[in-house]
């Protein structure tokens, strides 16, 4: 079948429209895709930065609870007169009621001066001991295991037993005047703030 010039005259309208409708759809089809891609661009850009939100609030929840902790830590060493001056006093009077209730023949010690731990002092707090030299006649090494616990459950510092040596004592006419001595060195340590850091302030 032959087309002719009328033929294609009128044709003509129809393949204009149908060219036109061909580059709408490729523009159409183009530009979707680039709607796409550009979606999942802001796609993936939101959940980039909700994980990164996620993980700042994470991280805050951490830090909120790391600080409640050491809050209440810092509270309850407070309470038990670990932070702040040495109270010697309390020591001494802590020694003489352990010995009545437990029934100690006889129980003497020596404080050394209060000295720095390490080098340097933890923010604006350091850690302070004071050395003591215990000596305990005692019945049987449960006394000097129930002298301990006590001072470790009651003091108020922290107690760092160094070292605890116990001999039989020679030349006992009487047992009731104890067979066993104790001689041990015990840390009684304290956190309170720095003597660099008040000299700074002033």
């Given amino acids: 079948m032959k087309v002719g010039r009328r033929d294609l005259s009128r044709l003509w309208p129809s393949l204009l429209a149908a ?27 939101a959940r980039a930065e909700r994980n990164a939100i996620d993980g700042k609030l994470q991280r805050l929840r951490g830090e909120e609870h790391e600080i409640r902790h050491k809050a209440a ?5 407070q309470a038990d007169g670990v ?9 001494v009077e802590l020694l003489k009621e352990i010995r009545d209730q437990r029934r100690l023949i006889e129980i003497r010690y020596e404080f050394a001066p209060q000295h720095a731990l390490g080098d340097a002092p933890v923010e604006s707090f350091g850690l302070y001991a ?3 030299k215990l000596q305990a006649r005692l019945l049987h090494e449960e006394d000097l295991i129930h002298l301990l616990d006590d001072l470790r459950q009651q003091a108020r510092a922290l107690i760092q037993i ?15 005047q104890g067979l066993l001595q104790a001689d041990c060195l015990i840390d009684w340590i304290t956190l309170r703030e720095a003597v660099e850091s008040k000299r700074g302030a002033r």
Avoid: H, P, Y
């Avoid at 830590?73 to 060493?77: A, D, R």
């Avoid at 932070?83 to 020591?91: P, S, T, V």
């Fill in 162 to 176: 160094k070292r605890c040596d116990v001999t039989r004592r020679t030349n006992v006419d009487d047992a009731l």
């Fill in 19 to 45: 060219a036109l409708m061909t580059a709408l759809g490729g523009t159409a089809i183009v530009v979707s895709g680039e709607r796409v891609a550009a979606a999942r661009t802001a796609f993936s850009t």
């Fill in 83 to 91: 932070i702040g001056e040495e109270q010697r006093l309390e020591w």
């Fill in 73 to 77: 830590l810092f509270g309850q060493l």
């Fill in 130 to 132: 004071s050395a003591m």
